[in-house]
């Protein structure tokens, strides 16, 4: 695969990332001040946070095209809410309302002290008023009502009915008589005991107080009094009570801001100490402490220009937005350590232009592809039909790519005011200069703060650090044993089988109690609410539109069919059934009448439903022609999000059965509605991303192996991702569909840095290029990965779901990402390295032409073009002394370095201060050492050598006989070879 290298890309483009880095690095200042100066500019828009601040939960989290909403608008339309005939089966809102549920400390609540309670707290909250002007309105004032009174709460009749009895009271459940009225109880006692349809005990009760909704500014106020009210002085010794209202929902949502802003000020300074910890150096003078402050400075720059431009555009700002700003620190404080590793690569002796232009040249594939990849990942994610996640990816990619810009601007230019703060070897924090090396008679503290300026003499690049080091000889060779890659495989094959479990056992859809904080009074209401309330679902309202001909006998056989398929479906109450159209037919029995005439139907439904008030609401009988009625049908048992989904389906697949055109509602299919678009939405998303991810890669990365292998990264870390967060207790909803895009992202980030490394660096075996990538990238790799999971920690801390569930999925992807990266990919590639296959077959003859060469060999009428080649990589990449270092005194040598090859041999002076080196010719390695006084160096044949040290130029410490024929050689001949 050699061959099939598609670097037509990459060779132009890191090319003239090399270029700009060099013209970032003539013109510091100018790239240092503009970032700060646009990001006071566009920050500004911050001004406008409030007014674009977006958090309706139907509007945000319910999807765009739900047919939900257009069956509200069609049962608006046709069934416009009567204020004077109250029905709450009727809204096609959820209505205007105050709420509170009372459980009993006793087994039951028809206890005398319960219910004296219970009436207390009934009689107080009807005596709430509010001010209107000059007039004080109370309860009464502003209640929905029903033949001019108020909508009851019929439990509250029937305990003041019974009185004193109430305990030895026979109710009945779920109806009870009381007079010539049939009372639901379904909605109003709870946690029932029931043996014949005899109550025999219940443990809470649910009361109700709906308020007409004309007037919402009234209406509102006196929730909010109810909400301050409520809670106050409450003295209850035999009930516990919990509260909401129709706004609690909302209100608390939009509390929610409160809680993220001090955690972004607590994951700020992580991340600056955190950065600082990791480029921290005991070399005082090559400390990167302020290159580390302002990397973290730049991704804070970044956040403030992107949303203020968003802001200033007028794009929404909605509750996730919030977690986007712990998500670009992350990947700016990545980016940062991309680019100091490369920095710190680069030759210390170069000109800092020089060192930045090889900084952004090795640098510009790696930060160009993970900002490409998560910005396009984003902008596929604004294919969403929820508005929530289409502003979180406009404010997100819109950040990525300020980060991108500034990390190449700002940041580039400080390592370039720091490189030439280095160049004159000052102090990092002083700014005075250092000694190179540490007086005798100076303490051990003295060196590790006072002098600085140590670098590689191998390489001529910075010292490697430690972690780097651990890579190279203990994590590498160990990850390379054959028994660790089996233990690797046996891992992946259990990660695989877990994983795919998970995403069979993952539910759908957000639960609204969560878009409330856990310590709320919503929460517990609602948990009541679940606990107490769950047997009897939403009254779901079925509509017949259009002008359905209900005289003629073959239509109302089919429609009469149809209710049956709805009455036969496991969550519907077969007995709880309300139907205008069957209480017409009752009429017209006893009155005689043959509803087989359209003429004779619809002349005596105009006196049907005048008798029968409440019946006029579900018929809309206009012009002589009925346009559209409806009935009702009672659920069951819906308690879970997966109960809502299949009632839903359910439902709606046997209204599109049914002959007649029907269709089904209730005002929490606006919410469910989001069961019907998320998994195929997310499916679609992920597929779109990793297709365009393949197509960046192949694009960008000059090896379709190392692409393949992103690709396959993508869809292991997905899959990976998706079953965990079932056993983490994480629905599938539009925050967990965010980060599952942000994933594809991330997935990219890790496996192309290794993946790329493995395949480009020039090692031989598969093992020695497993272990080269893991020293180059592993460590700035873990870097990254820390530092996006420290940019998200501490909304693990968070009293709200969304940022916990933001945290908690963003972990699954690092740290998935992260074993990824540095465990799976890596053994994989060995197994896999076809192009190391390939190639040596064909440059294997290539390979042993050059290590026969004699290296030592200095006529330049005997070069190839390869050995020029290989000095002038072997002069480019070491610098073998400091640039003031006399090499070749013009003297007579006390030593001659004799260099023997198959059939040739050459000799050259070495004076005897020049360190020497040893070459490694398979991997063209050169180590540095000083040599004695009168040493004598050769070619040894690699069949006298042993397997490690075969073909390699070594010294035997041999002195040099004076009896030797060995001519002294004069150093001046060798000063200009």
């Known amino acids: 695969m050699a061959g099939s290298r598609t670097d037509c890309v990459e060779r132009p483009f890191s090319a003239g990332y090399r270029r700009f880095g060099r013209f970032v690095a003539t013109h510091p200042w100018r790239f240092f001040i503009a970032p700060l100066f646009v990001s006071t500019v566009l920050g500004s828009g911050f001004y406008l946070l409030e007014d674009r601040e977006a958090n309706d939960i139907e509007e945000q989290f319910t999807p765009t095209n739900g047919p939900a909403k257009l069956e509200r608008q069609f049962v608006r339309e046709n069934f416009p809410p009567n204020d004077s005939a109250f029905s709450v089966r009727r809204l096609h809102t959820d209505g205007v309302y105050a709420s509170f549920i009372a459980v009993s400390t006793a087994p039951t609540i028809f206890t005398h002290a319960a219910v004296k309670e219970i009436l207390t707290l009934d009689s107080k909250i009807r005596r709430i008023n509010v001010s209107t002007g000059n007039e004080q309105l109370t309860f009464d004032g502003l209640c929905a009502r029903k033949y001019n009174k108020c909508i009851p709460n019929k439990i509250i009749d029937v305990v003041k009915h019974y009185g004193n009895k109430i305990e030895e009271a026979e109710l009945t459940f779920p109806f009870v008589h009381l007079g010539f009225a049939r009372i639901?109880?379904?909605?109003?006692?709870?946690?029932?005991?029931?043996?014949?349809?005899?109550?025999?005990?219940?443990?809470?009760?649910?009361l109700f107080y709906f308020l007409k909704g004309g007037n919402r500014s009234v209406t509102d106020q006196w929730l909010n009094e109810f909400l301050r009210v409520f809670p106050s002085n409450l003295s209850l010794n035999f009930i516990k009570v919990t509260h909401s209202t129709s706004l609690s929902r909302q209100v608390e949502f939009e509390a929610n801001t409160k809680d993220v802003i001090p955690l972004f000020s607590i994951t700020y300074v992580i991340a600056i100490v955190f950065a600082i910890l990791s480029c921290l150096r005991f070399d005082c003078v090559r400390n990167k402490v302020w290159v580390a402050t302002f990397g973290v400075l730049s991704a804070g720059l970044a956040v403030l220009s992107s949303f203020g431009m968003m802001l200033y555009i007028g794009v929404p700002f909605v509750m996730t937005v919030a977690n986007s700003p712990f998500l670009i620190l992350g990947i700016g404080v990545d980016d940062m350590f991309i680019l100091i590793s490369c920095w710190q690569q680069t030759n210390v002796h170069d000109r800092v232009e020089d060192r930045l232009a090889d900084t952004y040249k090795e640098a510009a594939i790696s930060i160009t592809i993970t900002t490409l990849t998560d910005v396009m990942a984003?902008?596929?994610?604004?294919?969403?039909?929820?508005?929530?996640?289409?502003?979180?990816?406009?404010?997100?990619?819109?950040?990525?790519?300020?980060?991108?810009i500034y990390s190449i601007t700002f940041f580039g230019a400080f390592l370039v005011l720091n490189g030439r703060r280095e160049n004159a070897n000052k102090h990092w924090l002083t700014c005075k200069e250092a000694p190179r090396d540490c007086p005798v008679d100076r303490s051990k503290c003295y060196q590790l703060c006072c002098v600085g300026g140590a670098y590689d003499r191998h390489s001529g690049a910075e010292e490697v650090q430690p972690m780097n080091h651990f890579f190279k000889k203990y994590y590498g060779p160990f990850l390379t044993k054959p028994w660790t890659k089996l233990c690797v495989i046996l891992l992946y094959a259990m990660y695989l089988a877990i994983s795919i479990n998970g995403c069979f056992q993952i539910q759908e859809g957000i639960d609204l109690r969560n878009l409330a904080a856990d310590d709320s009074y919503v929460v517990r209401y609602y948990d009541n609410e679940k606990a107490y309330f769950s047997e009897y679902g939403p009254n779901i309202m079925v509509?017949?539109?259009?002008?359905?001909?209900y005289w003629d006998e073959k239509n109302m056989s089919d429609l009469e069919s149809c209710v049956e398929d709805f009455k036969n479906l496991s969550f519907v109450d077969k007995d709880i059934f309300t139907s205008w159209l069957k209480s017409y037919k009752f009429y017209c029995r006893h009155t005689n009448?043959?509803?087989?005439?359209?003429?004779?139907?619809?002349?005596?439904?105009?006196?049907?439903?005048?008798?029968?008030?409440?019946?006029?609401?579900?018929?809309?009988?206009?012009?002589?022609?009925?346009h559209a009625s409806r009935f009702f049908i009672q659920t069951l048992n819906i308690s879970t999000a997966l109960d809502?989904?299949?009632?839903?389906?359910?439902?709606?697949?046997?209204?599109?059965?049914?002959?007649?055109?029907?269709?089904?509602?209730?005002?929490?299919?606006?919410?469910?509605?989001?069961?019907?678009?998320?998994?195929?939405?997310?499916?679609?998303?992920?597929?779109?991303?990793?297709?365009?991810?393949?197509?960046?890669?192949?694009?960008?990365?000059?090896?379709?192996?190392?692409?393949?292998?992103?690709?396959?990264?993508?869809?292991?870390?997905?899959?990976?991702?998706?079953?965990?967060?079932?056993?983490?207790?994480?629905?599938?909803?539009?925050?967990?569909?965010?980060?599952?895009?942000?994933?594809i992202g991330f997935s990219v980030d890790f496996s192309a840095h290794i993946s790329y490394a493995f395949v480009s660096n020039q090692k031989l075996s598969a093992n020695e290029k497993a272990v080269e990538a893991l020293f180059h990238l592993g460590y700035p790799i873990v870097q990254g990965a820390m530092s996006t999971l420290l940019g998200v920690v501490v909304l693990s801390a968070s009293k709200n779901y969304i940022f916990r569930t933001f945290f908690k999925i963003m972990f699954l992807v690092i740290f998935f990402g992260l074993i990824h990266g540095v465990m799976f990919i890596p053994v994989f590639l060995t197994f896999f390295d076809i192009s190391n296959r390939s190639s040596s077959k064909g440059g294997s003859k290539e390979k042993r032409k050059a290590?026969?060469?004699?290296?030592?060999?200095?006529?330049?009428?005997?070069?190839?073009?390869?050995?020029?080649?290989?000095?002038?990589?072997?002069?480019?990449?070491h610098t073998f002394l400091p640039d003031n270092h006399q090499i070749c005194p013009t003297q007579t040598c006390t030593s001659v370095w004799t260099l023997t090859g198959n059939t040739q041999s050459t000799q050259m002076c070495m004076a005897s201060t020049v360190p020497m080196f040893r070459i490694d010719c398979q991997n063209y390695e050169i180590q540095m050492y000083t040599p004695y006084k009168n040493v004598q160096l050769q070619v040894v044949t690699s069949q006298n050598l042993d397997q490690?040290?075969?073909?390699?130029?070594?010294?035997?410490?041999?002195?040099?006989?004076?009896?030797?024929?060995?001519?002294?050689?004069?150093?001046?001949?060798?000063?200009?070879?």
């Open 184 to 206: 639901f109880l379904g909605y109003s006692v709870g946690g029932v005991n029931v043996s014949s349809a005899v109550l025999k005990s219940a443990k809470a009760l649910r």
């Open 948 to 977: 490690h040290n075969r073909n390699h130029v070594i010294g035997n410490s041999q002195s040099l006989s004076t009896e030797n024929n060995t001519p002294a050689v004069n150093c001046s001949n060798f000063a200009n070879p």
């Open 644 to 743: 809502e989904m299949n009632m839903l389906n359910k439902l709606r697949d046997t209204a599109k059965k049914c002959p007649a055109p029907l269709l089904v509602y209730h005002p929490t299919f606006i919410y469910h509605d989001q069961y019907a678009v998320i998994v195929s939405n997310t499916i679609q998303n992920i597929a779109v991303t990793t297709a365009v991810m393949l197509f960046i890669s192949l694009l960008l990365i000059p090896n379709p192996l190392c692409s393949l292998w992103v690709t396959f990264s993508i869809g292991s870390v997905i899959v990976g991702v998706t079953g965990f967060m079932a056993l983490w207790d994480v629905n599938l909803d539009t925050i967990s569909m965010i980060i599952l895009v942000v994933c």
């Open 851 to 877: 290590e026969d060469q004699p290296l030592g060999k200095f006529q330049p009428k005997i070069r190839q073009d390869k050995a020029i080649e290989l000095e002038k990589q072997l002069y480019d990449n």
């Open 543 to 549: 509509v017949v539109r259009g002008e359905f001909p």
């Open 378 to 404: 984003f902008y596929i994610g604004l294919m969403t039909p929820f508005r929530s996640v289409q502003s979180f990816c406009l404010y997100s990619s819109t950040a990525i790519l300020f980060c991108y």
């Open 593 to 626: 009448l043959n509803l087989s005439s359209e003429h004779v139907f619809k002349t005596n439904l105009v006196s049907f439903l005048r008798f029968y008030s409440d019946f006029k609401q579900d018929v809309n009988f206009t012009n002589n022609s009925i």
